[in-house]
């Protein structure tokens, strides 16, 4: 079954130049990147990607983490990955959320780390199933930022929207 799924490479990813690497890595997969683009996560995205965390004591350094806040890098690249058992093929690759978990050919078992204050440093993020997938995508990729039609869509007129545009020069 054709499944998406939403791929971050995290700050310390791209601090550490490993985009290619895991790009390389996530060719394995056969899957299709579908949309793809570097975001500044907001305080605001950042929690509500991570909402069901936020009961946790280290909610904080979490939304601290994925905002760049721990690194030279404040952004992300946003991926979704399209294709048959993405999500599966995805985690496979990505290995243990603790990188100290994880396989030593995974991913983050590769280039993740735990730091002195115990934050996992995992370099990257992969949809845990298709429920979670659908719920961030749609937190990360407007309808037109992918190149197919991932999820149902609808046309509305809205009114009074303020939208940055390319000024002339």
């Known amino acids: ?19 290619g690497n895991i790009l390389t890595r996530m ?14 996560v907001s305080p605001e995205l950042a929690k509500a990607h991570y909402q069901h965390l936020a009961d946790k004591p280290f909610f904080d ?25 993405a999500i599966n093929k995805v985690r496979a ?3 243990a959320t603790n990188p100290e978990e994880a396989e030593p050919t ?3 078992g590769a280039y993740g780390r735990i730091t002195s204050k115990g934050i996992y440093e995992n370099v990257i993020h992969a949809s845990s199933d298709a429920i979670e997938a659908e719920r961030e995508i749609k937190l990360w990729f407007e309808p037109d930022e992918i190149i197919l039609d991932a999820f149902p869509t609808k046309t509305e007129t ?5 939208k940055r545009v390319w000024a002339k020069a």
Do not use: C, F
């Open 106 to 108: 995974s991913i983050r």
């Open 1 to 19: 079954m054709n499944q998406n799924s939403l791929i971050l490479i995290k700050p310390d990813g791209l601090v550490k130049s490993l985009t």
């Open 27 to 40: 060719s394995e997969t056969k899957l299709e990147i579908v949309a793809a683009k570097i975001v500044r």
């Open 158 to 162: 809205l009114n009074d929207v303020k």
């Open 61 to 85: 350094e979490l939304i601290t983490y994925l905002q760049g806040q721990l690194h030279d890098r404040r952004k992300v690249m946003a991926m979704v990955y399209w294709g048959e058992d």
């Open 93 to 95: 690759l990505a290995g």
